[in-house]
């Protein structure tokens, strides 16, 4: 049996990929699946290949996988996902290390075609695959050995991508917007909790699209309806949902579902109409201050987080303000940046007036500054409230580091917990908080 090791780079997405990866090769007789990649003789990196720094970040372990081979502990080294899928010829041509590349298509045969391949001699020709029309969709048949803690896991309903925005290489990369069936994702989740899921979180490129390809209308809310059903379920989370479809139907159906999280992800990414124009996307600023005003009233304690970009091509001094500005009447409770990446055969990339890196970066920590002065009076008023808590390590025979309803995993912030020493890691429990700083908590179980 030859030890292989999958090496996962990216978001969300890409880790439910890689953990079908993992599941494929840990169920054939001729792998070995093992988590330390100096101890392989095969290495397999899932890419991104998002933004600038996701490339350069995925070229860096590549790099760093390719010493094992050069030390001879691997025999053979492939790189899949989306860097494979932009950037495939020129990967093999540049880094000879490189056994094969093969690009986003079909995972059953990805690990089929690595399994073949790593049979013959390591002089064999280098495989090289391109699917140019991706129609793969995941199913709940396929196995997963999942990455992180047993209490949670993302849940992909769906694949690819049509919104298109002028900035974003996405469509190019995993093709148009594919749902899964409601009876296939519902299917996946009764199996994880069977397995000891309590928290899941829905993923795709576009959370609130979910349905309109398939059933010919959004189908959301109707998912959730079936996802609050399953024994063992405790929290359903929400992330990447776009504000042009975020129905007054899913405002319903948060406020009134417990097990869905009071938490919900809106990738706004500016606050200028001209910007959010030339970006491709399909909702104003009033549209989204509304959204937020409804959100907010029909739902009092929910955690609002949003991610934006600066420095896109064009943009002047006052639109970088009026962004500023919508950051500061919203006081959104957590908040991400990103300064614009181009990204080849993006029509942004095309465009005139193309920002200085530097003033794209300097923009980018303006407002990261500004969010934290922000985010910490936000954080201060939960203080003295009871919130719910996922239990995650236990620090100390007193002490737990948890996550609030708030918090996503590995990208919002903790809350440090103090009591209660009968129970367990994935327990979720009721704290009062105690104290807050700009990102986490402190509380007491109650």
Same mark, same amino acid.
């Given at each position: 049996?030859?030890?292989?090791?999958?090496?996962?780079?990216?978001?969300?997405?890409?880790?439910?990929?890689?953990?079908?990866?993992?599941?494929?090769?840990?169920?054939?007789?001729?792998?070995?699946? =093992?988590?330390?990649?100096?101890?392989?003789?095969?290495?397999?990196?899932?890419?991104?290949?998002?933004?600038?720094?996701?490339?350069?970040?995925?070229?860096?372990?590549?790099?760093?996988?390719?010493?094992?081979?050069?030390?001879?502990?691997?025999?053979?080294?492939?790189?899949?996902?989306?860097?494979?899928?932009?950037?495939?010829?020129?990967?093999?041509?540049?880094? @000879?290390?490189?056994?094969?590349?093969?690009?986003?298509?079909?995972?059953?045969?990805?690990?089929?075609?690595?399994?073949?391949?790593?049979?013959?001699?390591?002089?064999? $020709?280098?495989?090289?695959?391109?699917?140019?029309?991706?129609?793969? !969709?995941?199913?709940?048949?396929?196995?997963?050995?999942?990455?992180?803690?047993?209490?949670?896991?993302?849940?992909?309903?769906?694949?690819?991508?049509?919104?298109?925005?002028?900035?974003?290489?996405?469509?190019?990369?995993?093709?148009?917007?594919?749902?899964?069936?409601?009876?296939?994702?519902?299917?996946?989740?009764? $199996?994880?909790?069977?397995?000891?899921?309590?928290?899941?979180?829905? #993923?795709?490129?576009?959370?609130?699209?979910?349905?309109?390809?398939?059933?010919?209308?959004?189908?959301?809310?109707?998912?959730?309806?079936?996802?609050?059903?399953?024994?063992?379920?405790?929290?359903?989370?929400?992330?990447?949902?776009?504000?042009? #479809?975020?129905?007054?139907?899913?405002?319903?159906?948060?406020?009134?579902?417990?097990?869905?999280?009071?938490? #919900?992800?809106?990738?706004?990414?500016?606050?200028?109409?001209? !910007?959010?124009?030339?970006?491709?996307?399909?909702?104003?600023?009033?549209?989204?201050?509304?959204?937020?005003?409804?959100?907010?009233?029909?739902? @009092?304690?929910?955690?609002?987080?949003?991610?934006?970009?600066?420095?896109? @091509?064009?943009?002047?001094?006052?639109?970088?303000?009026?962004?500023?500005?919508?950051?500061?009447?919203?006081?959104?409770?957590?908040?991400?940046?990103?300064?614009?990446?181009?990204?080849?055969?993006?029509?942004?990339? $095309?465009?005139?007036?193309?920002? @200085?890196?530097?003033?794209?970066?300097?923009?980018?920590?303006?407002?990261?500054?500004?969010?934290?002065?922000?985010?910490?009076? =936000?954080?201060?008023?939960?203080?003295? $409230?009871?919130?719910?808590?996922?239990?995650?390590?236990?620090?100390?025979?007193?002490?737990?580091?948890?996550?609030?309803?708030?918090?996503?995993?590995?990208?919002?912030?903790?809350?440090?917990?103090?009591?209660?020493?009968?129970?367990?890691?994935?327990?979720? #429990?009721?704290?009062?908080?105690?104290?807050?700083?700009?990102?986490?908590?402190?509380?007491?179980?109650?």
């Amino acid at each position: 049996m030859k030890r292989v090791s999958v090496i996962n780079l990216g978001c969300p997405k890409n880790q439910v990929d890689s953990e079908v990866i993992s599941g494929l090769f840990l169920f054939s007789s001729k792998f070995e699946l =093992i988590s330390s990649p100096e101890d392989a003789e095969i290495i397999v990196v899932n890419t991104c290949g998002f933004i600038e720094d996701a490339k350069r970040e995925s070229l860096d372990v590549i790099f760093e996988m390719a010493e094992f081979k050069k030390e001879g502990k691997c025999e053979k080294l492939y790189v899949i996902g989306c860097l494979a899928q932009r950037y495939g010829k020129e990967l093999l041509k540049e880094i @000879p290390e490189l056994d094969g590349v093969l690009g986003d298509g079909d995972l059953v045969k990805t690990v089929n075609l690595i399994t073949n391949h790593s049979d013959k001699n390591i002089n064999e $020709k280098k495989i090289y695959t391109n699917k140019k029309v991706q129609d793969f !969709i995941y199913s709940d048949e396929m196995p997963r050995n999942r990455f992180g803690p047993k209490h949670f896991a993302y849940l992909k309903i769906a694949e690819g991508c049509d919104n298109c925005c002028s900035y974003c290489a996405i469509p190019l990369i995993k093709g148009r917007y594919r749902s899964r069936t409601i009876e296939s994702i519902v299917k996946e989740a009764r $199996k994880l909790a069977l397995e000891g899921v309590k928290e899941i979180a829905l #993923v795709a490129q576009d959370t609130t699209r979910y349905g309109l390809d398939y059933y010919g209308e959004l189908r959301l809310a109707s998912l959730l309806r079936e996802l609050v059903k399953i024994e063992g379920l405790e929290w359903i989370r929400l992330l990447y949902c776009y504000p042009d #479809v975020f129905t007054d139907e899913m405002v319903e159906i948060m406020a009134s579902e417990s097990k869905i999280c009071k938490y #919900v992800d809106l990738p706004l990414q500016h606050a200028d109409n001209q !910007i959010l124009q030339k970006m491709n996307r399909r909702n104003t600023v009033e549209e989204a201050l509304a959204l937020i005003s409804n959100l907010r009233k029909a739902i @009092p304690e929910i955690f609002i987080r949003s991610t934006f970009i600066t420095g896109f @091509p064009g943009e002047t001094e006052q639109q970088f303000q009026n962004l500023l500005n919508f950051i500061r009447e919203t006081k959104l409770d957590r908040v991400g940046v990103f300064a614009y990446s181009e990204e080849d055969n993006t029509p942004a990339a $095309k465009m005139p007036d193309q920002i @200085p890196v530097s003033i794209r970066e300097k923009r980018k920590n303006m407002v990261m500054e500004l969010q934290a002065d922000l985010a910490y009076d =936000i954080q201060q008023k939960r203080v003295g $409230k009871n919130i719910r808590a996922i239990l995650e390590e236990r620090i100390s025979d007193k002490v737990w580091l948890g996550r609030t309803e708030g918090d996503a995993p590995e990208i919002d912030g903790q809350i440090f917990l103090e009591g209660a020493v009968n129970h367990t890691v994935g327990d979720i #429990v009721t704290a009062r908080i105690t104290k807050a700083d700009s990102y986490d908590f402190e509380g007491r179980i109650l």
